[in-house]
């Protein structure tokens, strides 16, 4: 089974990206993971976390605090072990990243 951004999925990961949904993006009230900004999650067995993640713009008001914001997050997720949020402009955040639970929020489908 795979989640819609093409993360495979485990119940480990799916309480990880339950917890990214409760991160919302400060410009618009839609959660990180269904706005596409999180570009690769990976864990491994002693329940460590990698997120590369983006934002809708480099310009973004809390851009220099958003890692942190994640990172806090998945922090309580039950049972992680380390978290590391690495934070990417490349390729740069396109409205095409959009889960279709966004869209339909946005009013765009």
Not at 36 to 48: A, P, S, V
Not at 50 to 58: K, Y
Not at 74 to 87: A, I
Not at 94 to 105: F, R, S
Request: charged fraction near 25%; charge should be negative.
């Amino acid at each position: 089974m795979e989640t819609p951004n093409n993360i495979p999925y485990n119940p480990f990961e799916q309480s990880v990206i339950d917890a990214l949904r409760r991160v919302f993006d400060p410009e618009i009230p839609i959660n990180i993971y269904d706005l596409g900004l999180i570009y690769n999650l990976k864990t491994d067995e002693q329940h460590n976390v990698e997120i590369l993640m983006t934002l809708t713009t480099p310009n973004c008001p809390i851009a220099e605090d958003m890692p942190g914001i994640v990172q806090e997050e998945v922090s309580r997720v039950e049972g992680v072990g380390k978290v590391r949020v690495e934070l990417t402009f490349e390729p740069p955040w396109d409205m095409e990243n959009l889960t279709d639970e966004a869209k339909v929020e946005l009013g765009l489908i």
